[in-house]
C-alpha cells in the first residue's frame, strides 16, 4: 500500500499504519478508513506483528478529522441517508476489537475523527506541539460517530465541553485528563514508542490477546456479570501454552519463550 493514502509497514515487532494525505492535513474519508480497516486485518494475522502503531505523515497532523470542504470525495458526511453503516463506525470498533495492542502516535493535531481514533486505541503517546479536540460545532455539526469511543474515555463534564465549545485540549491537558499515556518533545515521540512496543512485545501474546477480549467484553457488563465471565474465562488463561511456559520459566529462573498459543 505504498502509493495508498495508507501505509502499513512492518517494524520489526511493530506494523506502523500511516494515514498519508499530509496536504490535507491526514483528514478522514472511506478510502483512508478502509485502507486503515485493511492494514490492521492483515496485521492481525501476521505472526511477527505483536503491536500496531497508528499515525500520520509528517508533524502537522495525526488526523484533522473527517473532510468537511463542499463535496468531498468519500468524506464522512457526505453519506445514502437509506443505509444506517457509517464507515467510521466501523473503523473506530475495528480498532477497538482489534486483538493485538494498539498505540496511537500522535504526532500533530488530532481532530473529529482523529480523537475518536485515538480513544479508540488501548495506548496513546503525544508531541507536546499537538492538540486534541472536537470541533464540529463551528461549523454547525456535533460529532456523533465519535460520541461512543470518546466516552468510553473521557469523564462526561469534560467530554461536553469539548463538544459544546470546540476548544480543543493542549498536550498537557490531555495527559491530565487521561485521555494520552504519555506527552513527550517531538524529537523523543519515537523513543516512547519504541520502549512501549518493545514492553508489551516481551510480554505473552496469548495472555495479551485473551486480556484484550475480556476487557472490551466486559464494558457493557454489570458487574455481577463481569465477575462470572472473568471467572469462567480465567481458567482457560491458564491452559494455554504460553501460561505453561511462564510458569515453567518462572520455576526454572529463566526468561520465557512465547508461542502465542
Given at each position: 500500500?505504498?502509493?495508498?493514502?495508507?501505509?502499513?509497514?512492518?517494524l520489526?515487532?511493530?506494523?506502523?499504519?500511516?494515514?498519508?494525505?499530509?496536504?490535507?492535513r491526514?483528514?478522514?474519508?472511506?478510502?483512508?478508513?478502509?485502507?486503515?480497516m485493511?492494514?490492521?486485518?492483515?496485521?492481525?494475522?501476521?505472526?511477527?506483528?505483536?503491536?500496531?502503531?497508528?499515525?500520520?505523515?509528517?508533524?502537522?497532523?495525526?488526523?484533522?478529522?473527517g473532510?468537511?470542504?463542499?463535496?468531498?470525495?468519500?468524506?464522512?458526511f457526505?453519506?445514502?441517508?437509506?443505509d444506517?453503516?457509517?464507515?467510521?463506525?466501523?473503523l473506530?470498533?475495528?480498532?477497538?476489537?482489534?486483538?493485538?495492542?494498539?498505540?496511537?502516535?500522535?504526532?500533530?493535531?488530532?481532530?473529529?475523527?482523529?480523537?475518536?481514533?485515538?480513544?479508540?486505541c488501548?495506548?496513546?503517546?503525544?508531541a507536546d506541539?499537538?492538540?486534541?479536540g472536537?470541533?464540529?460545532v463551528?461549523?454547525?455539526?456535533?460529532?456523533?460517530?465519535?460520541?461512543?469511543?470518546?466516552?468510553?474515555?473521557?469523564?462526561?463534564?469534560?467530554?461536553?465541553?469539548?463538544?459544546?465549545?470546540?476548544?480543543?485540549?493542549?498536550?498537557?491537558?490531555?495527559?491530565?485528563f487521561?485521555?494520552?499515556?504519555?506527552?513527550?518533545?517531538?524529537?523523543?515521540?519515537?523513543?516512547?514508542?519504541?520502549?512501549?512496543?518493545?514492553?508489551?512485545?516481551?510480554?505473552?501474546?496469548?495472555?495479551?490477546?485473551?486480556?484484550?477480549?475480556?476487557?472490551?467484553?466486559?464494558?457493557?457488563m454489570?458487574?455481577?456479570?463481569?465477575?462470572r465471565?472473568?471467572?469462567?474465562?480465567?481458567?482457560?488463561?491458564?491452559?494455554t501454552e504460553d501460561?505453561?511456559?511462564?510458569?515453567?520459566?518462572f520455576?526454572?529462573?529463566?526468561?520465557?519463550?512465547w508461542?502465542?498459543?
Amino acid at each position: 500500500m505504498t502509493e495508498s493514502v495508507v501505509q502499513s509497514q512492518a517494524l520489526g515487532k511493530e506494523v506502523r499504519i500511516t494515514i498519508r494525505r499530509p496536504d490535507n492535513r491526514n483528514a478522514l474519508n472511506r478510502e483512508v478508513a478502509d485502507g486503515i480497516m485493511a492494514a490492521i486485518c492483515a496485521a492481525e494475522t501476521d505472526s511477527d506483528c505483536r503491536v500496531i502503531v497508528l499515525t500520520g505523515e509528517g508533524e502537522r497532523a495525526f488526523c484533522a478529522g473527517g473532510d468537511i470542504k463542499a463535496g468531498a470525495d468519500g468524506g464522512p458526511f457526505v453519506q445514502d441517508p437509506a443505509d444506517p453503516d457509517h464507515f467510521a463506525g466501523r473503523l473506530f470498533e475495528t480498532i477497538q476489537a482489534c486483538r493485538k495492542p494498539t498505540i496511537a502516535r500522535i504526532n500533530g493535531v488530532a481532530m473529529g475523527a482523529g480523537a475518536g481514533i485515538i480513544c479508540a486505541c488501548d495506548l496513546a503517546v503525544m508531541a507536546d506541539h499537538a492538540r486534541i479536540g472536537t470541533p464540529e460545532v463551528k461549523v454547525g455539526l456535533f460529532p456523533m460517530t465519535i460520541v461512543p469511543p470518546m466516552m468510553r474515555v473521557l469523564p462526561r463534564r469534560r467530554l461536553m465541553e469539548m463538544f459544546i465549545t470546540g476548544v480543543p485540549l493542549t498536550a498537557e491537558e490531555a495527559l491530565q485528563f487521561n485521555l494520552v499515556n504519555y506527552v513527550t518533545d517531538a524529537a523523543g515521540l519515537d523513543d516512547k514508542v519504541a520502549e512501549l512496543v518493545a514492553q508489551i512485545a516481551a510480554q505473552s501474546p496469548s495472555a495479551i490477546r485473551l486480556g484484550k477480549y475480556a476487557c472490551h467484553a466486559m464494558e457493557d457488563m454489570t458487574y455481577p456479570q463481569q465477575m462470572r465471565f472473568a471467572e469462567t474465562l480465567l481458567p482457560r488463561v491458564a491452559q494455554t501454552e504460553d501460561a505453561r511456559e511462564g510458569f515453567d520459566a518462572f520455576i526454572e529462573k529463566r526468561k520465557p519463550e512465547w508461542t502465542g498459543r
